[in-house]
């Protein structure tokens, strides 16, 4: 069985311009999160996914990032425009039970704006 | 503020040792308390999942324990070996709606020949 795959796994942009982070759970995991990592932080809650429908998005920085899941299965993360701090690995995971189960995680994406 | 501290930030043991890695949290209200493996340039890897009954969950040569009383966790290691150097990260969940959780800092561990 596949696990989560993340693409791409790393990108470098400008300050400015758009980058879209792509991310596919394993087959038949309803929830879906977002979490990132910036250099010698630890890692941070983004958003959580249950199907299609944001269950909880507290953790986005600001309306620059732009999280979808059109049809529950695979979702996005655009970031638009991409400023110096957004630079980190971005990481999705999915799950089969929101609270109580294992978490699987993708290798993550690397994000860095010059 | 729901925080979880680890340590020490780092360690270097030599092949074959026994190491013990330490959490301490302050999240509440309490769900379950897991250790992942992280390997460089990959994704945290799950090696223990512990709710508030679990003293004790061994998961091959990796044994973590939890005080839920004074909120404290520690992931033992044994008879280490070089595939063991990584970023081991302790994350305390909290008990709401879906899965919400505070992650450590990591700890990286350097296992020598």
């Known amino acids: 069985e596949a696990g989560v795959t993340q693409f791409p796994s790393h990108s470098v942009i400008e300050k400015g311009q758009t980058v879209t982070l792509r991310c596919d759970p394993i087959?038949?995991?309803?929830?879906l999160y977002w979490y990132r990592r910036v250099m010698g932080k630890e890692i941070k809650f983004l958003l959580h996914?249950?199907?299609?429908?944001?269950?909880?998005e507290s953790g986005m920085p600001n309306n620059r990032f732009l999280a979808e899941r059109t049809g529950g299965t695979y979702s996005t993360l655009k970031v638009q425009p991409a400023e110096l701090e957004d630079s980190g690995v971005y990481f999705c995971a999915s799950t089969h039970f929101a609270n109580t189960g294992e978490l699987f995680f993708g290798e993550g994406s690397r994000l860095t704006v010059l | 503020k729901n925080q979880v501290e680890q340590s020490p930030q780092s360690l270097i043991i030599l092949e074959g040792k026994n190491c013990t890695l330490q959490?301490?949290?302050?999240?509440?209200?309490?769900?379950?308390l897991r250790w992942y493996k992280q390997d460089t340039g990959r994704g945290p890897v799950s090696l223990t999942i512990m709710t508030f009954s679990e003293n004790t969950k061994s998961n091959g040569r990796y044994t973590a324990t939890l005080d839920a009383d004074t909120k404290q966790s520690s992931l033992h290691i044994t008879a280490s070996q070089l595939s063991d150097s990584a970023s081991y990260i302790c994350v305390v969940s909290v008990r709401q709606a879906g899965t919400a959780l505070i992650f450590g800092k990591g700890t990286t561990l350097s296992v020598s020949s």
């Open positions: 996914f249950v199907k299609e429908s944001k269950q909880d």
């Open positions: 087959s038949g995991h309803d929830n």
């Open positions: 959490c301490n949290y302050t999240v509440s209200p309490f769900s379950n």
